[in-house]
């Protein structure tokens, strides 16, 4: 079973950059598509950026594209999600999820990371 855990949130100011880490435990994890998503408070959860198993098919939500760069490690079991440009609109709590591909949600999640940004 594999497990996650975020890290790398905190309080940046508006135009800064942050760098969130998803670290997994179980060897199932490099065969995994891996989610990161956001709940900003009072709203739904929203995706936000997603990558394959081997790391060459990404995708983005609209509102982070060509800001946010997912990226994963899997000698490392890591997935990244570097931040540019952030705006108080980007402050939420990230989450990061796995699948398998054949699976149509994702089963696994993190316990999120708090990201602030501060105008």
Do not use: H
Not at 14 to 28: H, I, K, T
Not at 93 to 99: E, G, L, N, Q
């Amino acid at each position: 079973q594999v497990q996650l855990v975020e890290s790398g949130g905190g309080l940046v100011q508006a135009g800064g950059s942050l760098r969130l880490s998803c670290a997994a435990s179980g060897r199932a994890f490099s065969s995994s598509i891996v989610g990161w998503f956001r709940r900003a408070p009072g709203k739904e959860r929203e995706f936000v950026a997603s990558i394959s198993w081997s790391g060459d098919s990404t995708r983005y939500a609209d509102s982070v594209k060509g800001r946010f760069t997912i990226s994963r490690d899997n000698a490392k079991n890591t997935v990244y999600l570097q931040m540019i440009s952030l705006t108080p609109e980007d402050t939420a709590v990230y989450y990061c999820a796995a699948r398998i591909p054949v699976a149509a949600t994702y089963n696994i999640w993190g316990q999120g990371t708090q990201v602030t940004v501060s105008s």
